[in-house]
């Protein structure tokens, strides 16, 4: 059984552009969460994503979004980027709710903000 | 408030040797607390999920113990290995599976 993919593995961005992530969850997958990964902040929830509906949010500003298609796909798009947002953004898939069951994750996107 | 905290921060242990990293939490109400092992620039890998009743799981070398009274878990590794070397997180579920509660880590290395 495949993995949980993320594509691209690294990305390059200056300060006001927007980028956009993808997340592909593992065969059977419904449940596909994200998470912003800092070496100061340690690993933060961003959303989750279930049936293509945000099923539940973090704290972070409006100009972070995804969304998840009917295939369960799921994409996170953010708007005019900011130096802070340099980080490794992480996906995990679940089979259902991520607190019940295990979550598997993906090798990550590196993001620099110049 | 949700937290879980986790110590050390850092460790640096011989090869061969065994090691405990420890977990407190103050999240309500329980559902389950995960460890994860995290390679530098990879994603996490779990190692272990314990619900309320369970006291002890292992995974090989890899021992996770839960005392839900005290909401305390640790993490105990045998025989410690070079590729031992990663950032261990412990991850609580809370409020009934809606949420997830990151401790920040314990960044462990092994070293010959």
């Known amino acids: 059984k495949a993995g949980v993919t993320q594509t691209p593995r690294y990305l390059i961005k200056t300060r006001g552009q927007q980028v956009t992530l993808s997340c592909s969850p593992i065969s059977g997958h419904r449940s596909v969460s994200w998470y912003q990964q800092t070496p100061g902040q340690g690993l933060q929830f961003l959303f989750e994503y279930f049936s293509e509906t945000q099923r539940n949010k973090g704290n972070f500003p409006g100009r972070f979004s995804g969304r998840q298609f009917s295939n369960s796909r799921s994409e996170m798009n953010v708007s005019t980027l900011e130096l802070g947002d340099s980080a490794l953004y992480l996906c995990?898939?679940?089979?259902?709710?991520?607190?019940?069951?295990?979550?598997?994750f993906g090798p990550g996107t590196r993001l620099t903000v110049l | 408030k949700n937290q879980v905290e986790q110590s050390p921060q850092s460790l640096i242990i011989l090869e061969g040797k065994n090691c405990t990293l420890q977990?407190?939490?103050?999240?309500?109400?329980?559902?389950?607390l995960r460890w994860y092992k995290q390679d530098t620039g990879r994603g996490p890998v779990s190692l272990t999920i314990m619900t309320f009743s369970e006291n002890t799981k292992s995974n090989g070398r890899y021992t996770a113990t839960l005392d839900a009274d005290t909401k305390q878990s640790s993490l105990h590794i045998t025989a410690s290995q070079l590729s031992d070397s990663a950032s261990y997180i412990c991850?609580?579920?809370?409020?009934?599976?809606?949420?997830?509660?990151f401790g920040a880590g314990t960044i462990l290395r092994v070293k010959s």
């Open positions: 991850v609580v579920s809370a409020e009934y599976g809606n949420k997830l509660v």
């Open positions: 977990c407190n939490y103050t999240v309500s109400p329980f559902s389950n």
């Open positions: 995990a898939s679940s089979w259902d709710r991520l607190g019940h069951n295990e979550q598997f």
